[in-house]
């Protein structure tokens, strides 16, 4: 079992950056595929960035590719999320995944483990 915490959320102006960090407990990280998702006020929880375990493969939603970048280090038991040109649309609870399986994922039921969110609001 893993236990997720996220961390770097705030109040941003439009056009500004914030890198979310997500530490992890226990000894097992890097056998963990990891996610970030986001869930707007109303809406369903949508897919963000995946990472494989040892950060060689990354997956983007198309809403985000190009602005943010998902990575990890496995040494510090830590996936990020780099967010850059924030929107107003983006302003979301942001969470982490872990999943248990072997194939970098978008599907919301592959992660296992989730923390408890931090919050993104980008003003304009």
């Known amino acids: 079992q893993v236990q997720l915490v996220e961390s770097g959320g705030g109040l941003v102006q439009a056009g500004g950056s914030l890198r979310l960090s997500c530490a992890a407990s226990g000894r097992t990280f890097d056998t963990y595929v990891m996610g970030w998702f986001r869930q707007a006020p109303g809406k369903e929880r949508e897919f963000v960035a995946a990472?494989?375990?040892?950060?060689?493969?990354?997956i983007h939603a198309d809403a985000v590719k190009g602005r943010f970048t998902i990575s990890r280090d496995n040494a510090k038991n830590t996936v990020y999320l780099q967010m850059n040109s924030l929107k107003p649309d983006d302003t979301a609870v942001y969470y982490c995944?872990?999943?248990?399986?072997?194939?970098?994922?978008?599907?919301?039921?592959?992660?296992?483990?989730w923390g408890q969110g931090t919050q993104v609001t980008v003003s304009s």
């Open positions: 995944g872990a999943g248990r399986g072997y194939r970098v994922t978008t599907r919301l039921g592959e992660y296992d483990y």
């Open positions: 990472i494989s375990r040892n950060g060689g493969s990354t």
